[in-house]
């Protein structure tokens, strides 16, 4: 059988099915980025004993469009800008401090494309990311258009802290103990997350770095972030919509968003899932051959939870692994499975002999 042209012949068929009408696309977009402040105010009262959410600001950017123009204003009249922390493929990431506080350091996310689909992906990115205020989550502080310039300027809080994908290179696996510790809190973040209506859909060791003086985690990058829960058009209903688009990075992505069929934010536990697995077990748990085969006939994928590294974990660990890495998304924990975090966090204090230095072994190591 021939395997890679089965997917590539998958993937065509979806773009046709996906993008049959783009205009009309942009316009669904649109009236999203337009409800936003109904949607965060409806989830902010309905979830307000649990999380204080800074909603008049991102209310008063999608608003008045007065202060949506002020994006407009010279970034460089503001910034000063220091040495580059890392590169993609449209986009640089810089350290900056504000000229008239050059103590306060943040980073900045340099876009310097003349497309304007570059500049909607960063507009889409602030508005999904402006009102965000939990701890394991990069705060976004703001967006600079420079149309001028034909560049954008998203400014960020600054981690100067090593990527999980970092560490794991490093040391291949990590121990029980701090495994757990980084799952619980990307199940914080994410449920969190889905709570305001946004999914992540980019969950990997290179979006979550790690703070070894804290031992907490940031997660980052929601460059392809996208909300899901839309207000109707009589703001007085909330609508849970699928999504559609094929994206992400492939070894982390769920098996349904290859089905055609709309996909939800249950593609993110399953990314939790793969991450957890990479770091108790040192590799992916489906390789790239095996993950094209089974996504383009979908055909559930089973062999690795028959692998040695796997199966010589606890119990319940294996267990958790099993129910995360569900197949079918409607058989697969949700993020607010709070009984779940319950468990990890006491399976974590259990094991917390020697966490006093936690990741260390390397704490030098991992920060050089």
Known sequence: ????????????????????????????????????????????????????????????????????????????????????????????????????????????????????????????????????????????????????????????EYLPYPSLQHILKERQTLDLNEACLIVRQLFEAVQYIHKVGLCHRDIKPDNIVFDNDTNTIKLIDFGVSKRFLVAEKNFKDIKNNLMWTVTGTMPYQAPELWVGAGYSQKIDVWAIGVVCYQMLCGKLPIDQENQMESFSTQSEYISHFQQPEFLKLPPLVIDFIKRILKWNPDQRLTSACNHILQKIRGFTSSLALSTQNFLSGSKNEIIR
């Not at 890679?4 to 099915?17: A, C, I, M, Q, T």
């Not at 649109?30 to 105010?41: A, D, H």
């Not at 409806?42 to 007065?66: A, C, R, T």
């Open 1 to 156: 059988m021939d395997k890679k042209g089965n997917f590539e012949r998958l993937r065509n068929k979806l773009k046709v099915n996906l993008f049959r009408n783009e205009n009309q696309q942009q316009q669904n977009d649109q009236e999203i980025i337009n409800q936003c402040p109904q949607i965060l105010e409806y989830v902010h009262s309905s979830s307000q004993s649990e999380f204080k959410e800074n909603n008049p600001k991102i209310i008063d950017y999608l608003s008045n469009k007065k202060q949506f123009e002020q994006m407009k204003q010279s970034f460089k009249n503001i910034y000063q800008i220091g040495k580059i922390l890392g590169e993609g493929a449209h986009a640089v990431v810089r350290q900056c401090w504000q000229i008239t506080n050059p103590d306060e350091t943040y980073a900045v996310k340099i876009s310097r494309n003349a497309d304007p689909e570059i500049t909607e992906i960063m507009k889409q990115t602030f508005l999904n990311t402006v009102a965000l205020n939990h701890p394991y989550i990069c705060k976004t502080n703001m967006l600079y258009i420079d149309p001028n310039m034909e560049c954008s300027y998203l400014v960020m």
